[in-house]
């Protein structure tokens, strides 16, 4: 069973720094290329950015809103995901998910496996 | 980017009623379309990918349709379970995009 567990979310000062992280399971996470997406409080959903697999040479992607202060990350040796949060604002204030892309029958799509988020405030 | 408009933003409706929520892509963006459902305080749901197939488990109920730049997101006959926050979401391109939800609630 694929898992996502997100970790490290909190209160943080604008201007801030915080790093998030996402364990998997459950998959070979090495494979796949992995998203992040976030959720304002009463909000709709906002993509973040995407980091894909090894053989795709780890390259990125990015919402203009975070580009340039967040980055994607990824340790395969670990199963591990980060996003690192540089200048945090208070509009950055939402839940944060981890998520991972499917492929069923070579026809592969976007946010198929969700984790249950983690809440990142900025406030002073 | 590409701007994605749903319609309804939300809706009215009763047990055993057909709904329908529509979602149009700014400009065309083949058959890469998710649709996902959310219940509050909970992480979205995968219903729907490539506009019309339907995710392992989901029930019959739910459909999709479309193709270029209008796509619609059918439940056929509606159950107490799926009052809930429908969100579209193009994969053509980036950055990734989402229409603004649907909310449908119990009439």
């Known amino acids: 069973e694929v898992q996502l567990v997100e970790s490290g979310g909190g209160l943080v000062q604008p201007g801030g720094s915080l790093r998030l992280s996402c364990a998997a399971s459950?998959?070979?996470?090495?494979?796949?290329?992995m998203d992040w997406v976030r959720q304002a409080p009463g909000k709709g959903l906002e993509w973040v950015g995407r980091?894909?697999?090894?053989?795709?040479?780890?390259?990125?992607e990015y919402a203009a809103s975070v580009k340039g202060r967040f980055t994607i990350s990824r340790d395969d040796s670990k199963n591990s995901l980060s996003l690192q949060m540089n200048s945090l604002k208070t509009e950055d204030t939402a839940v944060y998910y981890c998520?991972?892309?499917?492929?069923?029958?070579?026809?592969?799509?976007?946010?198929?496996?969700w984790g249950q988020g983690t809440l990142v405030t900025v406030s002073s | 980017d590409i701007q994605m408009t749903q319609s309804p933003s939300s809706l009215s409706a009763s047990v055993g009623d057909r709904v329908t929520i529509t979602c149009r892509a700014s400009?065309?963006?083949?058959?890469?379309l998710a649709w996902f459902q959310q219940k509050p305080g909970r992480a979205p749901k995968p219903l729907i990918y490539?506009?019309?197939f339907l995710q392992s488990g989901v029930p019959s109920k739910f459909s999709g349709s479309g193709s270029g730049t209008d796509f619609t997101l059918t439940i056929s006959s509606l159950q107490p379970e799926d009052f809930a926050t429908y969100y579209c979401?193009?994969?053509?391109?980036?950055?990734?995009?989402f229409g603004q939800g649907t909310k449908v609630e119990i009439k």
């Open positions: 998520t991972r892309v499917g492929c069923t029958a070579g026809l592969c799509y976007d946010l198929a496996y």
């Open positions: 459950g998959f070979t996470f090495s494979a796949h290329y």
């Open positions: 980091i894909r697999n090894k053989a795709n040479s780890y390259t990125t």
């Open positions: 400009q065309g963006i083949s058959n890469y």
């Open positions: 490539a506009a019309s």
């Open positions: 979401q193009q994969y053509n391109s980036y950055p990734r995009t």
